[in-house]
């Protein structure tokens, strides 16, 4: 059984570009939720979406964004840029909402 | 309200040993306890969980135990390897439909050696 992945595992942007990462849950799962790992703030909580609807947001400026498509995919994007993004973004699945979440191994953001 | 605190941030181990780390937390709503352990390059892979119906929860050498008036849990590791160092973050969530995101600990480097 495929686990959750995430495209790319890498990516180096510059202050005020736009990024979109890309998440594929394990397969039958509905939920997906996003999380920014840093050092200093540890693993945060971004968003989470079931069933193509976003149901819960962190608080996150509104420069991140994410949507789900029918098929349960995720994708996250950050508009403009900042040094202070820089961070593993983490996606994970679950079956039901709310427990059980199957994380990806990350998309290691780099701005410049 | 929604902190999670862990402790202690590192911990060092002799193979065959008890390793011990603690989280507390606040929020009362919170109702399930979900234990992650990440690898360097590694997202968080789920070790154990617990709800508060229930004191302690066992899988192989891994324990939680939780204390509800106190708002406490913890996670044993009983003969810790080598192969278990790493990060391990404790987490907790409520379950209220438009609530469902995990509050992490700061995380607990394990070194546990031969």
């Known amino acids: 059984k495929a686990g959750v992945t995430q495209t790319p595992r890498y990516l180096i942007k510059t202050r005020g570009q736009q990024v979109t990462l890309s998440c594929s849950p394990i397969?039958?799962?509905?939920?997906v939720s996003w999380y920014q790992q840093t050092p200093g703030q540890g693993l945060q909580f971004l968003f989470e979406y079931f069933s193509e609807t976003q149901r819960n947001k962190g608080n996150f400026p509104g420069r991140f964004s994410g949507r789900q498509f029918s098929n349960s995919r995720s994708e996250m994007n950050v508009s403009t840029l900042e040094l202070g993004d820089s961070a593993l973004y983490l996606c994970?699945?679950?079956?039901?909402?709310?427990?059980?979440?199957?994380f990806g191994s990350g998309t290691r953001l780099t701005v410049v | 309200q929604q902190q999670v605190k862990q402790s202690p941030q590192s911990l060092i181990v002799q193979k065959g040993g008890i390793s011990i780390i603690n989280c507390a937390y606040e929020n009362t709503a919170f109702d399930y306890f979900p234990w992650y352990q990440q690898f360097p390059g590694k997202g968080p892979a789920l070790l154990i969980a617990?709800?508060?119906?229930?004191s302690e929860k066992k899988e192989g050498r891994f324990t939680i135990s939780f204390n509800k008036s106190a708002k406490q849990f913890s996670l044993h590791i009983m003969d810790s390897q080598p192969g278990d160092s790493a990060t391990y973050f404790c987490a907790a969530s409520p379950s209220g439909a438009g609530s469902y995101q995990l509050t992490f600990g700061k995380g607990t480097k394990l070194s546990v050696i031969p």
């Open positions: 994970a699945s679950s079956l039901y909402q709310g427990t059980g979440y199957t």
């Open positions: 397969s039958g799962h509905r939920s």
């Open positions: 617990i709800r508060p119906d229930v």
